[in-house]
Each structure stands twice: as C-alpha cells, then as structure tokens.
C-alpha cells in the first residue's frame, strides 16, 4: 500500500513538475545505464591483456598493449566528463539556467533598442550566450539531438558528403586523383562489374592531421566519386616514409639480413593497406551502394524528420511544456524547439539510436558478404585488421556495450563471418 500511496501522492502533483521530474529522472536512468556499460567494456579493457588468437599473425604485443592502454585512458576521461556533464546539467535545469539565460538575452537586447516583440533576435543572443556557456563549461547540448542521431547513423550521408568533399574539404585537404596504374585499374574493372558510374578516384593528404585511414565515395547520379586516404595506401602512407628514414637505419632491400623477429616488427610497423587489401575495402564500400544503403537511410531519415515536425507542431502550443521549465508567460519558439527536441524526445532518441544502430550493423554485415561475393573476403579480412590498428581500435569488446554502441559490428564478429566466408 506504502508504495502504490506514493505513486498516486506523484500524480496530485501539477503536470508541469510532473513533466520536469520525468525528463530529470529520464537523464539519470540513461546516465546509469551508459555507465554501467562503459564499465563492463572497461573491464575488458583491463582483463583482455593478450593478442587473439585471430590477430597474432599481424598485430604484435606492443601494438595491442598501446590500443589497450589508449582505450583505459579514454574510459577513465569519459567517465568524470560524462559525471561532471550530468551533474551540471542537473544544475542548471533544477535552479532555472534557461529560464535565466532567456531573460539575459532578453536585457541584452532592450538595452540595445530591441523590445519584446523582436523575439528573433532575442533567440539569436540567447544562442550565442548558450553557445559560449557551453564553451567555458564543456557541457555539450544540441536543439536538434535528433538529427545529431540521424548523421551518427549516416543518414542524409549522400548529400552532406558531396557538399562537404566538392566545397569544403578542399580548403582543408588537399585532393590529388590517383595516378594512372594497376590499382587505379582495377578499380576502374570492379566498378565497372558491378555499374557503379564512376567517374573520378582521388587521394586526400588526411596524414596531415591524423593517422586514421579511410576510404568513401560521394556524387550523385551519374557522377560518381572515389575518395582514399593516403593513410589507407600503404604505398602513400607518410609513416611508412617516416620509417624507412630513421636515423641510422640503413636502406636495404627488404627482408635483407633481418631475423623473423625483426621482420614482424617493420611489417606491424607499415601503414595502410596493399592494393589488394585496398580493393576488398572500397568492394565493400560500393557494396552499401549496390545494396542501396544509402536510399534505405535517405527514406528512414526522410519519415524520422516528418514525424519529429509533425510532433512538434502538435506539442508546440502545451503551455505546460513550457511551464515545465520555468517559462510561465512566454512561449518563445527556440525554447520550445530546445524542450521538446532535447527533452521531451529523448526516449523516442534513444529507441531510435538503438534501432538505427542495429539496422547499421546488420548492412555492414551485408556489405561485407558483398566483398565476399566479390572475391575479397581473403584480402578484407587482412583490411580490416590494418585498419583497426592504424585507427588504435580495441579488437575486444563486451557483447552488451557494442550491441548499444556500436554502429559497426566488433571487429572479432565480421572476422568470424569472412572466416566462415572463406571457408565456404
């Protein structure tokens, strides 16, 4: 009886604090949960101290215990960030920060000649102030967490990326297209087996700024583009260069004079991938085109962004909403954007980030049989060893933790398929 008094003690509160509770007790469940995953993984990360067997004949101990250790790190980091980013954010929403910051763009502006019926630009100062409170105080908050999830997953991708590689990469990167030879053959060859309609392949300097390897393609229609990093190519790679010009190490030929020990060390020190390796990577990149990933995204994000507007439109005009978090006069447009899109849809986010982040691992899954169906399964399965590596990418991951995170299937898993693949 005590605990089913209590329940209905809760619902004579008024809706709005009812509301307020619910998005505060919502925060921490999903606070918790992450937290006690980030735990299990961390515990992988402590106990998983040597090489599987899977990966002994490429990784070497150094490089698994440096992967190890950088993991710990960013586990331990994200942790006290993720507390301190909670605990703030409790904060503000319980002593009325956005009430607060709303009234002090509000100041800003009648002081520079603006009234109250110049919401606009009252909204703009607000998302400044907001912006540099964010800033100086590391807490992250987004009015559109929706369509954060829909890039995480890849949606509207195809768009975005032409935008992004045709007029603002190249004031970052610089793009050279591939110089004329067998690889740039042979991709030529399968794009062709499979009708891709490509039209252009390019190399990016991406060393310049990290050692992450990566390869995509963007255009739309007909025109068709194929982007690799130079860390990808392991004949490109700076690192490789690097290498080969350590101070006294002498130029010989390869495998010259070297014992096996010698030789397992310079080839787990070489960056990127061999041609063939390079060829299993894009054969499982034109695999999400083939498959029609990309449309399958495009439509998903298309039905996701008319239902949240559609939603909006009918939650928008609730007083109570608004009441919720302190705005008992007002119901000024960007504040109901920031409640209703922030708070009141973070559970429908989270089902959502789940559901997407299956439907991903299952096409990536696909798009890897494809490169299977193409011949390469021999040569990705080498590929996506390389890359994990270059990328400091733990192998090990606890099966709960990937399962809610991960996008991409734990490396250990698509190892497993293309094994079987090869086997078949």
């Known amino acids: ?7 209905d003690a809760l619902w004579d509160f008024p809706v709005e604090k009812r509301i307020f509770g619910a998005v505060l007790l919502f925060s921490w469940t999903v606070y918790l949960w992450e937290t006690f995953l980030a735990q299990r993984q961390r515990r992988i990360y402590k106990t998983t101290t040597r090489v599987p067997p899977e990966l002994e004949q490429i990784m070497d ?3 698994f215990e440096k992967s190890r250790l950088y993991q710990l790190d960013k586990s331990t980091f994200s942790f006290w960030s ?7 954010g409790t904060f503000i929403l319980l002593f009325g920060g956005i009430p607060y910051l709303w009234r002090l763009s509000g100041r800003f502006c009648s002081s520079a000649g603006f009234g109250p019926e110049y919401e606009i630009i009252q909204s703009l100062v607000f998302l400044l102030l907001a912006t540099l409170f964010s800033a100086l105080t590391g807490l992250p908050w987004s009015l559109y967490n929706t369509f954060v999830i829909e890039e995480k997953h890849g949606f509207n991708h195809q768009v975005l990326v032409t935008i992004y590689a045709d007029y603002i990469a190249p004031l970052f990167d610089k793009f050279t297209p591939l110089p004329e030879g067998k690889l740039k053959q042979e991709i030529e060859v399968m794009a062709k087996s499979i009708d891709f309609p490509l039209t252009k392949v390019y190399v990016v300097e991406g060393s310049k700024r990290s050692s992450h390897s990566n390869a995509y393609f963007y255009g739309f229609f007909k025109n068709k583009r194929i982007v690799l990093f130079d860390t990808l190519l392991e004949e490109y790679s700076v690192l490789n260069k690097d ?10 030929n390869e495998g010259e004079g070297d014992s096996e020990e010698v030789k397992a060390k310079m080839k787990n020190k070489k960056q990127g991938c061999k041609n063939e390796e390079v060829l299993a990577v894009l054969g499982h990149e034109l695999g999400h085109w083939k498959l029609g990933h990309t449309v399958k995204n495009i439509i998903i994000s298309q039905m996701n962004s008319f239902l949240c507007f559609f ?6 005009g609730r007083r109570e909403l608004f009441a919720a978090f302190g705005f008992y006069d007002s119901q000024p447009t960007l504040i109901g954007l920031l409640i209703i899109f922030q708070f009141i849809f973070s559970p429908y986010n989270e089902v959502l980030s789940f559901c997407l982040t299956v439907l991903s691992r299952r096409f990536e899954f696909q798009a890897d049989a494809f490169a299977k169906r193409l011949g390469k399964a021999k040569d990705l399965y080498s ?9 400091l990418g733990f192998p090990v991951s606890d099966w709960l933790f990937s399962m809610w995170h991960y996008s991409h299937p734990p490396l250990l898993e698509r190892l497993q398929a293309l094994k079987n693949a090869k086997q078949d």
Not at 1 to 7: D, I, N, Q, R, T
Not at 311 to 316: G, S, Y
């Open 82 to 88: 993720g507390l301190y980013s909670e605990v703030e």
């Open 383 to 391: 590929a996506l060893i390389k890359l994990n590596k270059d990328n």
């Open 243 to 252: 290498n080969q010009e350590e101070p006294g190490v002498e130029p010989r």
């Open 311 to 316: 939603l909006f439109a009918v939650l928008i």
């Open 61 to 63: 101990s150094d490089t």
């Open 1 to 7: 009886m005590g605990m089913w008094a209590s329940v």
